[in-house]
Each structure stands twice: as structure tokens, then as C-alpha cells.
């Protein structure tokens, strides 16, 4: 049984918004996940997609999508990304009640995987189109849902965590943030978390060990669109 984390499929089966565009790379995106993800993940194995899932602006333009991400082998788990519009926060019992035995939905809430838990909200990072007063806003909602859903496992018994973000977990010019710190306070062993796409993006936050935490960027296209094991 193993753990993988990857993120930003950016599908578009009835929305029409081919990924190419934004490099060759992209060709084919979906195609190269689909036969990479059936190669690693075995039936017993979790993956945790952590955010921007489809182009779809709700579940109606979603559903090829999200049936494309049902049919992949493994137990799914998918975080909610700043693309995915079919899915606000008040919906997450909704969706995880729809796709029951299909999908999990992260949002306010937790998982188990054997004796970890794994927690996680969409988060936020200033990309400088924010005013100070809403990114502050946006700070304070994320780290509140962040703290929920530690909270929640915590009084469920567990104590060992794996924290996943959509957002890095820091902007351009933090060296740490409420994000870190709050992984360091529940001594959470790793942080998984996407979004940054393109090489000059891949470093835009941490990657690697950083106050005994290890830090992993899973972005499609920084992973080649192969799932990256976690545990």
C-alpha cells in the first residue's frame, strides 16, 4: 500500500481548453497520466490530486473529467484548487456524500492512511494581484480551514500527519509562513502542494528539508506526469 501525491491535470474532455498551449510539454497531458498512473498505482494505493482538477465550471461540465480520474486504479482523494469551480467549500459533504466509494474530497475534514492522517485545505500565496486587505482575508480563511482539519484528526487520535496545499506553501518573499509554521507546530512529516507550473515557477517555494519537514512539489508538469510516491 503506498501513498502518491501529484496535481494540476487541468482536464478538459467537454470544456475545451487544451493544456498545449502552454508548452509542448502538455501535449497529450492526460494520456501520458493516464498510462504513467496505471503503470504505478496498484488498486490497494492512495493518490491524493492536489487541486485544479478541470476546466469545468461545474459538475455538469466536469462529469468527463471526474470520470476520467474515477476510472484511474487506487483510492482517489482530491483537494480543492483555485481552478476548480465546480467545487466551493459549502459542497464538500455534498460531493463526498455524490461519490461516496468513488471520491474523497478534502475540504474542512480529514483522511486516514493506516496511522497517518492526511490534512489539507486549498491555501494561498500572494501572487501580487491581491490587495493587502484580501490577502489577508485569504490568509486568515486557509489557515482556519488548515487548523480544522489538523484539529479534527488530532481529536480523532492520530498523530502522525502528512499536510497537503494547493498553493505553495509560502509566496515569492516569505521564507516561512503561517503554512510552515502551522505544519511545525503539529509536527506534520511532509508537505506536498502544486500549483507552480513552468521551470521558472518550480522554485518558487520550498522543495526539500526545511525545519525537519520535508516539502515536495507535485505538479504535473514538474513530475512529467508521473505520480510522485509520498510514503
Not at 501580487?128 to 489538523?150: H, I, N
Not at 521558472?200 to 504535473?220: P, Q
Amino acid at each position: 500500500m503506498a501513498l502518491y501525491g501529484i496535481g494540476d491535470f487541468h482536464l478538459s474532455f467537454m470544456a475545451n481548453r487544451p493544456m498545449d498551449v502552454f508548452g509542448p510539454e502538455w501535449k497529450d497531458h492526460a494520456k501520458r497520466l493516464q498510462e504513467n498512473w496505471q503503470r504505478l498505482v496498484k488498486p490497494e494505493d492512495t493518490v491524493v490530486a492536489t487541486g485544479d482538477h478541470s476546466w469545468g465550471r461545474n459538475l455538469k461540465e466536469c462529469r468527463q473529467d471526474l470520470e476520467f480520474i474515477e476510472a484511474l486504479p487506487g483510492r482517489k482523494i482530491l483537494l480543492r484548487g483555485n481552478h476548480d469551480m465546480f467545487w466551493s467549500a459549502k459542497k464538500t459533504p455534498q460531493l463526498n456524500q455524490r461519490f461516496a466509494g468513488r471520491l474523497e474530497f478534502l475540504q474542512d475534514n480529514f483522511f486516514a492512511y493506516g496511522d497517518y492522517a492526511l490534512v489539507g485545505t486549498k491555501g494561498y500565496c500572494d501572487e501580487g494581484r491581491d490587495t493587502p486587505r484580501q490577502v489577508e482575508k485569504l490568509l486568515k480563511r486557509e489557515t482556519a480551514r488548515l487548523r480544522l482539519s489538523f484539529s479534527l484528526a488530532r481529536e480523532a487520535g492520530y498523530e502522525k500527519f502528512i499536510m497537503f496545499l494547493h498553493y505553495p506553501p509560502t509566496s515569492l518573499y516569505e521564507a516561512e509562513s503561517c503554512f510552515t509554521r502551522m505544519a511545525e507546530e503539529y509536527g506534520a512529516e511532509k508537505v506536498v502542494y502544486s500549483h507552480c507550473h513552468g521551470k521558472a515557477r518550480y522554485g518558487d517555494s520550498i522543495r526539500g528539508a526545511f525545519h525537519g519537514i520535508e516539502y515536495k512539489l507535485v505538479s504535473s508538469d514538474y513530475l512529467a506526469f508521473v505520480p510522485e510516491r509520498i510514503l
